[in-house]
């Protein structure tokens, strides 16, 4: 049964959280805040935050310079996940992936539909692994950035879920598959 196995050792992660918009401050980042509190909630620390434009570049750039920094196991972002024409997270993040996690997104669209019925069907959200980090791109609203942490990121986030989590696999993520190992 999957759930939480109290005999084992919480290991907090160090997460960035990205906003992607064109009009988010940090006066107003409602849906930052929300990951901000959910995360140091559940006992992970935030190693870095930031707000960039729709601009695929920068993005990347930001994606890039996280993926690079040894002290950041994952990267949430929020925003830009949509159908308009302003919306390039989910290209942003397919440009940097090594391996993508089709079913994160598959997951947080099964549960989306719950909430906001064939709606969801607009999210583009995206998951996957670039250089050993984790990343996630979840839709702006502040209902989907709770969504998201609290159905899904909070228990693949916990090395005490069973009957497996993402956190056991982060020493085995820059494997090679196999060769020369």
């Not at 990951?35 to 620390?45: Q, Y």
């Not at 695929?56 to 690079?68: A, C, F, K, P």
């Not at 024409?85 to 391996?99: H, L, M, N, P, W």
């Not at 984790?134 to 209902?143: D, R, V, W």
């Amino acid at each position: 049964m999957a759930g939480i196995d109290e005999s084992r050792t919480f290991h907090p992660v160090n997460i960035a959280l990205l906003t992607v918009s064109d009009t988010r401050s940090e006066a107003d980042d409602k849906s930052g805040d929300i990951l901000a509190e959910l995360v140091a909630g559940s006992g992970h620390n935030i190693a870095a935050r930031a707000i960039v434009v729709d601009e695929q570049g920068q993005i990347v750039d930001r994606l890039e310079d996280w993926i690079n920094d040894e002290n950041i196991d994952v990267v949430i972002a929020t925003g830009g996940t949509g159908v308009t024409g302003r919306d390039i997270t989910s290209e942003a993040f397919s440009q940097v992936y090594d391996k993508e996690i089709p079913g994160f997104g598959e997951l947080f669209r099964m549960l989306s539909y719950e909430a906001i019925g064939t709606s969801t069907m607009q999210s583009r959200t995206t998951g996957g692994v670039a250089g050993g980090t984790y990343l996630f791109a979840l839709p702006g609203s502040p209902g989907a950035c709770r969504d998201g942490w609290e159905k899904i990121l909070r228990w693949q986030l916990d090395s005490r879920y069973r009957p497996c989590n993402l956190v056991d696999l982060m020493p085995r993520l820059q494997e090679n598959g196999g060769e020369g190992t």
